[in-house]
């Protein structure tokens, strides 16, 4: 996918609080370099904490893509009418701070490198903490597979 000169760029997460935020940051400022104009935004499913955007249908009629993190988010808004004939995709980026979370489903749909920052991020966790710049390490390498970005 190439950045598109025009159009509103929605990333998605469950809390709008680590991987949305970054992800929308990290295409801004991409698209700013390559000087292509776009509009970027970034939301939640389910906000929690106050000055966190909610998705909501004025979001989603905002936007021309959208882009999710995981498949349980885009199976919870694929079939919203504001959503219909907009671009949907998928970045497959996991939910690392979620006590929850299983490595073993993850890992096998990861790059080598991947896989490593992924294990280097973990080891660097406190609590559900991560190193910025490790964090930042893991979402750009998968950006940049499933974006297919020069970045």
């Known amino acids: 996918m190439k950045l598109e000169a025009g159009k509103h760029y929605l990333a998605v997460c469950y809390s709008n609080l680590a991987r949305s935020p970054f992800v929308a940051a990290y295409l801004e400022r991409r698209a700013?370099?390559?000087?292509?104009?776009?509009?970027v935004d970034s939301a939640g499913l389910v906000v929690q904490e106050k000055g966190r955007?909610?998705?909501?249908a004025c979001l989603a009629q905002w936007a021309?893509?959208?882009l999710v993190m995981q498949d349980s988010m885009?199976?919870?808004i694929q079939d919203w009418e504001?959503?219909?004939?907009?671009k949907l995709i998928n970045l497959?980026?996991?939910d690392i701070y979620s006590p929850s979370f299983d490595d073993s489903r993850i890992c096998p749909n990861m790059t080598p490198t991947e896989v490593a920052l992924y294990f280097e991020a973990k080891r660097n966790v406190e609590g559900f903490k991560i190193g910025k710049r490790l964090f930042?390490?893991?979402?750009k390498a998968r950006l940049e597979e499933r974006?297919?970005?020069n970045l």
């Open 32 to 39: 700013r370099e390559l000087k292509i104009p776009v509009e």
């Open 53 to 56: 955007k909610q998705f909501d």
């Open 64 to 66: 021309d893509i959208v």
């Open 74 to 76: 885009q199976r919870e």
């Open 82 to 86: 504001e959503l219909r004939g907009k």
């Open 92 to 94: 497959d980026i996991p």
């Open 136 to 139: 930042e390490k893991l979402l």
């Open 147 to 149: 974006l297919r970005l």
